[in-house]
């Protein structure tokens, strides 16, 4: 058989590990991705949209990217220098009101979170009087680490180290506005780890012990110096070839493209198809996952074709893969994680600076969540004006559902979007003052579009790493939001990282034995 390599799932994860796939790849080896749907991108969306003679876009999905120096933000940056999209950047700066005021909407106003010890000086908003009070409650009570779990969730700890009303009012908020799921479900474990380690192996609290888990974390990162320090080079050297850029985006809190971010998914998806050995298949799911008699790996498609080729990388969600493979060899990771459902209403008005306040946008904490049906706002308009093109208008996104999604607006397959249209509109009303009616307004419903780190998420995944093991004669790996986070960043590190550090890609021949979930699984031990 020819080799050949197959990535499943056309989202910005499949789409970047047949990136790093095709760069390193001599073009005998055959790259086949197979996406289900249509639209290659998965979540990462940008509609274009009119209404008074006016053009606009709508995004559905994940909407801005964050800039700096991170592994992550570098790895992204580094994308669109590949992908030559560098014109097409739009920016947000360090010192613009998006990149400095973030509100939680508590007791009916918009509170704005701190962001330095400036607030201490002009005084801390209500909803923000707790975080004082809830540091204090750490330094000086005594420990009370819980001995008979593996996990809790963040509600609980936070409760217990810092007080309720710490997670009623501000961390609730901030993980609706990553997971759109309750932090009761959630758990401390996976998400807030350093913290969570900082309790259980300290004496004193979690303050006071997280001078030394960042002590062990830097002893434990040391064993990737040599690779940070390569790519710290390779940054290094794409910098002085196009400093304009780079120094460009050191300016920058946040970014996106003039069309939207779905110009990121477009443009690999457009790059890939110049390779002679890549082939993008849409409109095909995967419905079953095999060993073929010659010990590769077979993947049927629905119209009964068969990819065969020496490895997978499975990008599909958690409930996609489960469905690929017999029942009786399923884990609880498969099994048991749900995904949250979002329903992202695109509200624009016809008239510019209309919020009555600058920023980001706000949140909406559980203390407030009687008094709100969405999970919070993003001021489009604000945070990347150059997207409007100077157009007299003002996006906004309402964020509606999460956990509270059958409870408000009945099953995401079958909600009524005039229900949601109208709570969206009535959300700005009511905590914006926003009267005026809206020049466009148009919902569309992320069903299942956040996987939920819940509560005993480590062992789950440590459970799905030795699964993975024993599936296709060692000829799988995973990478996606499911596993090392679901920011758009993060996916797109993991499927560079297993691309050029996991996979022998000049032993294709040999069950390669990665699971992908090797480092991901290490950080946590
Ligand atoms: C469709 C709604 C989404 C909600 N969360 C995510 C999506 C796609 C995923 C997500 N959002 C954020 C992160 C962290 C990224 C990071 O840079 O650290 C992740 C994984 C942060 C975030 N939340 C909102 C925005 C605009 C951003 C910046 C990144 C992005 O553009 O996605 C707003 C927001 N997202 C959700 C809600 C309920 C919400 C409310 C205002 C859910």
Redesign the pocket.
Known sequence: MAAAITVLGGGITGLSTAWYLAQRLPSTVAVRLIEGTSHLGG?MRTDKRQANGMQFIAER????L?SGSSREASAVLELVDDLNLQSQVVTASKFSAAARNRYIYYNGELNCMPSGLGSLVTGLPPAVKCLPRGIWQDLTKAKNTPTDASDESIHEFISRRFGKDVDDNLASAVM???Y?ADTKTLSARALLYPFWLADRTGKHGVIRGLRRVAKLSRARNARFAVREAEEQLAVSRRRSANPEFWDAMDEASMYSFRDGIQTLSDGLAVRLRSYSNVELVTGQPATEARIGPTDCAEIVLADGRVVRSQHVVNTLPLHCIRKLFEKSSSNALLDETPYAS?A?ANVVYGKKDITPVDGF?Y?VPRASAASSKA????FDSCTLPAQDGGAELSRLTV?LG?ARFNELFGSPASASKKALEDAAVETLRSHLGLRSTPIDVDVSI?EQ??PSYTVGYIDRLKAMHRWVHGQLGGRMSVVGAAYGG??VPQCIIHARDLVHHHLRLDALDKPQNVTGLEEIISGFD
Request: glycine share 24%; hydrophobic share 45%; aromatic share 4%.
């Open positions: 979540w999905g994940p909407r801005t964050r609706h506005g990553i759109a979002v992202v946008g949140l999970l919070g706002t993003v964020m999460g992320g579009c956040i679901p920011a």
